[in-house]
C-alpha cells in the first residue's frame, strides 16, 4: 500500500529561510513601511534583498501568513 505524499512546502524554491520570509513579510504588512524601507531594514541587519523580493515575498505569502 503506498504511503500518502505529505503537502509540498511553499517554501521549497526558495533559498532564503523561512524564518526570514515571515520576518520579511511580517514587516512590510505590520508596519507603514515602503518596500524600500524593509529592505534597508534587512540590509542593517545583514541581508541584501532586492525591494522586488520583498514585493514578490508579500504576495505570495502573505495571504498564507494572514491565514494562519
Same mark, same amino acid.
Given at each position: 500500500?503506498? %504511503?500518502?505524499?505529505?503537502?509540498?512546502?511553499? &517554501?521549497?524554491?526558495?533559498? #532564503? #529561510?523561512?524564518?526570514i520570509i515571515?520576518?520579511? *513579510? !511580517?514587516?512590510? *504588512?505590520?508596519?507603514? $513601511?515602503? $518596500?524600500? =524601507?524593509?529592505?534597508?531594514?534587512? &540590509?542593517? %541587519?545583514?541581508?541584501? $534583498?532586492?525591494?522586488? !523580493? *520583498? %514585493? $514578490?515575498?508579500? =504576495?505570495r505569502f502573505?495571504?498564507? &501568513? /494572514? /491565514?494562519?
Open positions: 500500500m503506498p %504511503r500518502p505524499r505529505k503537502p509540498a512546502s511553499p &517554501f521549497r524554491y526558495f533559498h #532564503s #529561510s523561512p524564518d515571515r520576518m520579511v *513579510v !511580517t514587516l512590510y *504588512v505590520r508596519y507603514p $513601511l515602503s $518596500l524600500r =524601507n524593509v529592505e534597508d531594514l534587512l &540590509f542593517e %541587519r545583514g541581508y541584501d $534583498l532586492c525591494h522586488e !523580493t *520583498v %514585493r $514578490l515575498w508579500w =504576495n502573505g495571504p498564507m &501568513f /494572514a /491565514a494562519d
